[in-house]
């Protein structure tokens, strides 16, 4: 258990970009690195987190965990992958509801286009591994297509109704992970009275530019709800709608698990989960393209930066022998310090 909660803390610290990332990088450190599965056991865990639904990445997370120890495993694998995130988020709704005006500062905005960037990279990364046929990539292609024909009025006016008697119902009703849940939250705090739209897409601004879920937001809306009432109120406030919006989902697979360990291995199911995975492709290329580049572009200027970071995404992906040269230089210090640079350039050309 203690291996398992030391390697999610190293990647609830260090894993930017939202869910698609966070998959790429579950994938990385513990298929190719680790070995704790393979590549074919990752792929269903992945299908069957999409299947239910909650916060996708921490749910793959938690079911990864609980293959390697249990529900110990499980749940120390989900407190150190959202513990740095809803801390850090936490403390940000304590401190913006006292300085709202933060909003407009120029670091701000720059996080926001390298979340952009970062989010992009990563919907590319899933295309090359879990849709190379042309076949597949088109079903990804026409799920995106439909969903952004469709747009976020199929769900958001259902679920400000659901909603209203209290967010704790958000964990388990919504379907495709954090970045196609994150603009749910705006509709029932805001018709609600709980807080105005400003204070929210500040808040979904920072958990774009956040190691770890997305869904941490939750933290920032329980601290920012709760801050008037001094700075314990606010972090219980924080806990309690953390803990409201992660349950549900982490119940949801301790009970799917036994019946999928079963069910995968039926050829039928096969060409499903390959379509599921296309699904998630299209899902989430969609919300890139409905949510996260607007939210870098609301800023003139910021979506090139965007188009920068993309570019630097990129060209880190050629310096495969850097770790050699650099051993002593932690894994993820690329993408930290272009984080970093996001923000102090951010901060040079993108103030208000």
Not at 61 to 74: H, P, Q, S, T, W
Not at 130 to 149: E, N, Q, S
Not at 188 to 208: C, I, K
Not at 249 to 278: D, E, K, S
Request: include cysteine; charge should be positive.
């Amino acid at each position: 258990m203690h291996e398992t909660f030391a390697a999610f803390l190293r990647l609830g610290l260090t894993s930017f970009g939202g869910p698609i990332a966070h998959l790429a990088y579950f994938h990385r450190e513990f298929v190719a690195r680790r070995r704790w599965m393979d590549a074919a056991e990752f792929a269903d865990t992945v299908a069957l987190c999409q299947f239910l639904p909650g916060p996708t990445s921490s749910q793959v997370g938690f079911a990864i965990g609980l293959r390697r120890a249990g529900i110990a495993g499980g749940l120390a694998a989900w407190t150190a992958f959202t513990l740095p995130s809803a801390v850090i988020m936490a403390t940000a709704g304590w401190m913006l509801a006292a300085a709202p005006e933060v909003q407009d500062q120029g670091w701000l905005a720059g996080l926001r286009s390298f979340g952009a960037a970062v989010v992009a990279h990563a919907v590319l990364g899933m295309v090359r591994t879990l849709a190379p046929t042309v076949g597949r990539l088109a079903l990804a292609a026409a799920v995106a297509g439909a969903l952004l024909a469709a747009g976020r009025w199929m769900g958001a006016g259902g679920a400000a109704a659901l909603l209203q008697p209290g967010a704790i119902a958000l964990g388990a009703l919504v379907f495709g992970g954090g970045h196609v849940v994150l603009p749910l939250l705006e509709q029932p705090f805001t018709s609600a009275g709980w807080m105005d739209r400003e204070a929210v897409m500040s808040g979904y601004a920072l958990v774009q530019a956040m190691p770890g879920p997305l869904f941490t937001l939750a933290s920032y809306l329980g601290a920012e709800m709760a801050a008037p009432h001094g700075a314990p109120a606010a972090f219980a406030g924080a806990l309690l709608l953390t803990l409201s919006i992660f349950l549900p989902g982490i119940l949801l697979v301790v009970a799917a698990v036994p019946a999928w360990t079963r069910l995968r291995t039926v050829p039928r199911l096969r060409g499903a989960l390959a379509g599921a995975n296309c699904a998630v492709i299209g899902l989430l290329a969609a919300a890139l393209a409905q949510d996260v580049v607007p939210a870098a572009a609301a800023v003139d200027g910021g979506l090139a930066w965007s188009v920068i970071w993309f570019v630097a995404l990129l060209w880190q992906e050629r310096l495969v022998d850097w770790k050699k040269r650099f051993p002593l230089v932690p894994a993820h210090a690329p993408i930290l310090v272009t984080a970093a640079s996001a923000a102090l350039c951010g901060q040079l050309t993108l103030g208000r």
